[in-house]
Nanobody, 126 residues
Framework: VQLQASGGGLVQAGGSLTLSCAAS????????MGWFRQAPGKEREFVAA????????YYSDSVKGRFTISRDNAKNMVYLQMNSLKPEDTAVYYC????????????????????WGQGTQVTVSS
C-alpha cells in the first residue's frame, strides 16, 4: 500500500483547508485510515481516524468539532476537512493505513499503523 498526502499550505487563523490522501497498491487490505500530525520538537499526535467501511469516525479532543475525516472508497481517497484553524494546528500532517481489524480505541496509536504517507505541511498564521 502506498499513500500520498496533499493539500497542505499556509492559511490564516480561522480559515479552512482540506487535506487529501490517495491510497494505491493493495488497497483491499486497508481496514482503517488515520491522520496524524507532528509539530517541530513534538511527538506525532493523533488527529482523526475511521475504518474503511465508514463507521463512526474518531477524533482527538483538540480537533473535535472543527475537523472532519471522510473517505471515498471508489477513489481510494481519504480527506481531512479542517475548519476554524488555529496556530496550534501548525504541523506536518500524515495519513496512515492499518491493515488489521482493531477497535476504534486503537486508532489513536501511531504504532498500530502499517503504512504512512510522506506528510504535508500545514501552517496557520495568527
Amino acid at each position: 500500500v502506498q499513500l500520498q498526502a496533499s493539500g497542505g499550505g499556509l492559511v490564516q487563523a480561522g480559515g479552512s483547508l482540506t487535506l487529501s490522501c490517495a491510497a494505491s497498491g493493495r488497497t483491499f487490505r486497508i481496514k482503517s485510515m488515520g491522520w496524524f500530525r507532528q509539530a517541530p520538537g513534538k511527538e506525532r499526535e493523533f488527529v482523526a481516524a475511521r475504518d474503511w467501511s465508514g463507521s463512526t469516525p474518531y477524533y482527538s479532543d483538540s480537533v473535535k468539532g472543527r475537523f472532519t475525516i471522510s473517505r471515498d472508497n471508489a477513489k481510494n481517497m481519504v480527506y481531512l476537512q479542517m475548519n476554524s484553524l488555529k496556530p496550534e494546528d501548525t504541523a506536518v500532517y500524515y495519513c496512515a493505513a492499518d491493515v488489521n481489524l482493531r477497535s476504534p480505541q486503537s486508532w489513536s496509536s501511531p504504532g498500530k499503523y502499517d503504512y504512512w504517507g510522506q506528510g504535508t505541511q500545514v501552517t496557520v498564521s495568527s
